[in-house]
């Protein structure tokens, strides 16, 4: 079974708007870290948020949050205010210790801010 | 400045003559990773370390070789490369203890192989 799924192949969103990119995962553990990073069309992975599976808030950080709803296993990336320059690759990810604390990814989200 | 150096960035070689491409890291990180990036198939593990000595195949480990004889260094070997193995390849470091911190990545390795 795949641990981290990404539904959406390419996501389209207005300038100015929010948009959900959508992530699920699959652990037995009850400790894990929920992770998203961002790649532009340079090719570079940057780091954009974290959710610790024991938090009892939604993480953000600046136009970043992460819905994270526990129940369900989701853990997706809500982008406000979206700008050009979030045109990018997005990778959802987890690590969880009883497998070595290994990351695992999904295959990601296109995302393309139309002006 | 806390960074993840790959070399080379960009290489095209012949099937196969062996190469090796460089990882290395200067945070004193305990794990560290290899991947590769597919169009489709997001980022696969091929293989992982959690300390000196100790590797451990990832999801995709076939035409691949590792060592991490020192904490800093995790170098990834093609013995014999073949084309399927032409892909972005990305070195990642974090501190391995703990499910919090996350992974630093390296610039990328964009491999050709014809």
């Known amino acids: 079974a795949q641990k981290i799924t990404q539904t959406q192949p390419g996501m389209f969103v207005q300038e100015k708007e929010a948009v959900t990119l959508d992530c699920t995962y699959d652990?037995?553990?009850?400790?894990?870290?929920l992770f998203w990073y961002k790649q532009p069309s340079s090719g570079e992975m940057i780091f954009l948020i974290y959710?610790?599976?024991?938090?009892?808030q939604n993480a953000t950080e600046g136009r970043y949050s992460l819905n994270f709803q526990k129940a369900r296993k989701s853990a997706n990336l809500v982008i406000s205010a979206s700008q050009l320059g979030d045109s990018a690759m997005y990778f959802c990810a987890m690590r969880e210790p009883n497998t070595g604390n290994q990351f695992y990814f999904g295959t990601g989200t296109s995302l393309t801010v139309i002006p | 400045e806390a960074q993840v150096t790959q070399n080379p960035r960009y290489l095209i070689t012949v099937t196969g003559k062996k190469l090796t491409v460089t990882c290395s890291q200067n945070?004193?990180?305990?794990?560290m990773s290899w991947y590769r990036q597919d169009p489709g198939l997001g980022l696969r593990q091929i293989y992982y370390?959690?300390?000196?000595?100790?590797?451990d195949k990832g999801d995709v480990p076939e035409g691949y070789k590792v060592s991490r004889k020192e904490k800093r260094n995790f170098p990834l070997i093609l013995e014999s490369p073949s084309p399927n193995q032409t892909s972005l390849y990305f070195c990642?470091?974090?501190?391995?203890?703990?499910?919090?911190?996350?992974?630093?990545f390296g610039q990328g390795t964009r491999l050709t192989v014809v």
């Open positions: 959710q610790g599976s024991y938090d009892q």
């Open positions: 945070m004193n990180h305990e794990y």
């Open positions: 652990t037995s553990d009850p400790s894990y870290g």
């Open positions: 370390s959690m300390n000196v000595e100790v590797t």
């Open positions: 990642a470091s974090s501190h391995g203890t703990g499910v919090y911190t996350e992974a630093f």
